[in-house]
């Protein structure tokens, strides 16, 4: 029986890794992407993670490398934002390119170039590369790409996001001016679309999802919780049955860290990945993952669209993304390939303003999960009052140590604090102590000579110490 992706106009011998792939009908990405690609167009294409995108431009890729004519030089070069989608399209090209003969190579940051060195050492045609390793490997007159026929930007508002454009734009300059572009961006922004019109020419424009769509197999859902409350709240949905394999993005690396020590402490295994872990690390967290020896990993946005991970149950929103957009990318981790999944959103007080963005993006609102409340100094607000939490008084004054008996200093008219005065609790009105762990009292000045309360005299009433050499102390 012919495979679908023949009449796409592919070569055999890519036709029959598909069919090793057990890819039985090109997704809609493919369907537009390939025979416009194959036939040498420029191509611009709209299309977000898990649309099988990938696809879409490493067979026609191959199939152009297979058909030209045979040279020593670097002809291909894709190039993506993270390490970890540099590897998956390695991977993917080696799969798709099992039955040809060429050579490819891949090289990014974070691991030794020595290796990398010893790769591009073997001349391959085709390069898989991030930016700026690429960028340190020209400047060594390692790479040249003047001989690149074939050029593919993947996750092209990645790099914008990520602050790679002006790596980007530089690593275009030394590209031919007569190559095939394939332009490859889940949104395209201003920057974006700005960008696209100086790299391609009478492009053909591919646009599979002209809005960006949530997974139908998640079900979402939101936790109006205090900043408090979360680190428990995840320890006790992560402690249930039904959490096989989950995903927990941070907003931070510096949060995903804080929160993978967290967890280990109360016994749940929770690798962080982010940009500033080392290549090593990295990859020991996702083969841990993907293997199942660790059912949970703690991830920055950076991983939102790098990890391709069967079988992941749950993404947790430990905290909302700055971006809209990165909400829909986060998600995608779970109800994969037909498979359904759970994505349960944590939103703090600080954090309504970016849930109204999220709900506004999918033009619809989150069902709110109703959870038992846990212990903390501020109940969760589970109300939707003009899209913001309600004000609420400020705690009123407690004893803050052994021996405060709470009473409230009120100062006489005309008495002011000092300048030294301490900071006043977090979440004190201004012009209040409400709870602050320091009295104002034993800083007040003093009436009528009198110390004030606590024993000590302020400081503008110590005597000085004594100068060496002699000398009376000076009032």
Not at 444 to 473: F, H, I, S, Y
């Amino acid at each position: 029986m012919a495979s679908p992706f023949a009449a796409l106009g592919l070569l055999p011998a890519i036709v029959r890794a598909t069919l090793d792939e057990q890819y039985s009908e090109p997704t809609p990405v493919q369907r537009e992407v390939i025979p416009a690609a194959v036939t040498g167009r420029d191509v611009l294409a709209c299309a977000q993670t898990g649309t099988g995108k990938t696809a879409a431009f490493v067979l026609p890729i191959l199939h152009q490398l297979a058909s030209g004519p045979r040279t020593q030089g670097l002809r291909v070069l894709i190039l993506t934002p993270t390490r970890e989608l540099a590897a998956q399209i390695a991977e993917r090209v080696a799969a798709y390119g099992r039955y040809l003969r060429f050579r490819h190579a891949v090289i990014y940051g974070g691991v030794s170039q020595f290796r990398q060195e010893t790769a591009l050492q073997q001349r391959p045609e085709l390069l898989i590369a991030t930016p700026g390793r690429l960028l340190d490997l020209m400047n060594q007159g390692i790479v040249k790409l003047d001989q690149v026929a074939h050029f593919v930007l993947d996750e092209a508002d990645r790099m914008l996001d990520m602050g790679f454009i002006h790596d980007v734009r530089r690593v275009i300059a030394a590209l031919p001016k007569q190559r095939q572009t394939l332009f490859f961006s889940a949104t395209v922004p201003r920057p974006i679309e700005t960008l696209a019109a100086t790299l391609l020419v009478d492009p053909v424009r591919v646009s599979v999802t002209p809005k960006i769509t949530t997974a139908e197999g998640v079900e979402q859902s939101v936790v109006f919780v205090t900043k408090d409350q979360k680190s428990s709240l995840l320890e006790q949905m992560l402690a249930k049955t039904e959490v096989e394999r989950a995903i927990v993005f941070t907003r931070t690396k510096h949060g995903a860290d804080r929160l993978s020590r967290r967890l280990e402490r109360v016994g749940i295994d929770a690798p962080a990945i982010h940009g500033n872990k080392s290549q090593n690390a990295r990859e020991r967290a996702l083969a841990g993952f993907r293997s199942g020896k660790t059912r949970v990993l703690v991830a920055t946005d950076i991983a939102a669209r790098g990890i391709d991970v069967d079988g992941v149950s749950h993404v947790f929103n430990f905290d909302l993304p700055n971006v809209p957009e990165s909400y829909v990318h986060r998600i995608g981790r779970t109800g994969r390939a037909g498979a359904t999944g759970r994505a349960i959103s944590f939103c703090d007080r600080e954090e309504r303003p970016l849930l109204g963005d999220i709900e506004r993006l999918l033009k619809r609102r989150l069902p709110v999960l109703d959870v038992p409340l846990l212990a903390s100094s501020e109940p969760a607000d589970t109300a939707r009052p003009g899209g913001a939490f309600v004000d609420r008084p400020a705690p009123q004054h407690a004893p803050s140590r052994a021996g405060d008996s709470g009473q409230r200093h009120t100062p006489r008219q005309g008495e002011h604090a000092p300048r030294h005065a301490p900071a006043r609790a977090a979440g004190a009105a201004p012009g209040r102590n409400d709870g602050a762990s320091t009295r104002s009292e034993d800083f007040a000045r003093p009436r009528d000579g009198a110390p004030p309360r606590g024993g000590k005299l302020p400081w503008w009433r110590r005597p000085r110490p004594a100068r060496r050499g002699g000398g009376t102390p000076q009032n």
